[in-house]
């Protein structure tokens, strides 16, 4: 992990498939590099008062993702911090465009066999609640590969790393990428 005395340039927004690991990481990501971390699918469900599978199965995708949009432009107004999106948000090329104006991104690039591992038994999963969620998941996986490598930087995960020990993987490409800086600065 890095010296307490960094800290981010500019916000960091995290992307990547469901089960990649963004809320955990970007958590632990935070605290060590004591800046607040933000999560666009908590705020939402806070802003919506209900889950966001309500919200998938009550109003529709189109609903979720403008609010979607929203909530993380409202995240990325304050101080940098680190932003974990959810799996779709990124797609969107108009949240391309807005968090490339403002943020750094950092794709969480995890294969199909850990993405499947880590969600699969998750009832929280809206676009998994289909009669085959393995061939959803990899259609999904296929689809938005391509769009996440876009981000500035992708950082691969494995299964035999920590949430710390990952974490402390990201905050070093942040750091070779030289997106960090001396606080005292």
Partial sequence: ???????????????????AGKTAIGGAMARALGVPFLDSDEALVEAA?????EIFERDGEEFFRARESEVIARLLDGAPAVLS???????????RAMI??????????????LLWERVRHKTTRPLLRTGDP???????????????????????????????????????????????????S
């Fill in 100 to 113: 490339a104006k403002r943020a750094t991104t950092v794709w969480l690039k995890a294969d199909l066999a």
């Fill in 134 to 184: 393995y061939a959803t998941l990899k259609d999904i996986y296929e689809a938005r590969t391509p769009i996440y490598a876009k981000a500035d930087l992708a950082v691969e995960a494995h299964a035999s790393y920590s949430i710390d020990q990952m974490a402390a993987r990201v905050i070093d490409a942040l750091a070779g990428a030289n997106l960090l800086k001396d606080k005292a």
């Fill in 85 to 95: 999106t959810g799996g779709g948000a990124y797609l969107s090329a108009d949240n």
């Fill in 1 to 19: 992990m890095p010296s307490p005395a960094q800290t981010l340039i500019k916000p960091v927004v995290l992307v990547g498939m469901m089960g």
């Fill in 49 to 53: 008062n209900c889950s966001i599978a």
